[in-house]
């Protein structure tokens, strides 16, 4: 699982904004595009779909839900299980990480840039 720093840019508009959604906060600190956030929630709804059937619920191919998937994936946000058929063969079946741990991840992903970030601080005028 990779965590990708928080994006500045949209943690600069968070920080603006009074009340920030769910969303907001989700894609700002994994540096996930909203596609990737509106899978993300359409997976809490349908647990357990496969790339086909999210494809359906979020109105995008099937390459591009993919793609969110797996990036997804990376982040910790969802996993994926393997169902065999039984007509042979097998398909992935996706749920999203419960808002619970979601919450949690969020929390250490933004513990750990801001570190990162004091180091930094810490760092300057050492020249």
């Known amino acids: 699982m990779t965590h990708?720093?928080?994006?500045?840019?949209?943690f600069r508009e968070l920080m603006l904004?009074?009340?920030?959604?769910?969303?907001?906060?989700?894609?700002c600190v994994f540096g996930i595009q909203q596609h990737e956030t509106r899978t993300y929630l359409a997976l809490r709804e349908h647990a357990g779909s496969t790339v086909a059937e999210l494809a359906?619920?979020?109105?995008?191919?099937?390459?591009?839900?993919?793609r969110s998937l797996s990036t997804l994936m990376d982040k910790g946000l969802a996993t994926r299980q393997r169902r065999l058929l039984d007509s042979g063969g097998h398909v992935y079946q996706y749920t999203a990480t419960p808002i619970e741990e979601a919450r949690e991840l969020m929390h250490e992903t933004l513990d750990e840039w801001a570190a990162y970030v004091h180091e930094r601080i810490d760092e300057f005028g050492d020249d």
């Open 17 to 27: 904004d009074d009340e920030p959604g769910f969303e907001q906060v989700l894609g």
């Open 4 to 10: 990708a720093d928080p994006d500045p840019g949209r």
């Open 56 to 66: 359906d619920v979020v109105d995008r191919d099937r390459s591009n839900v993919n």
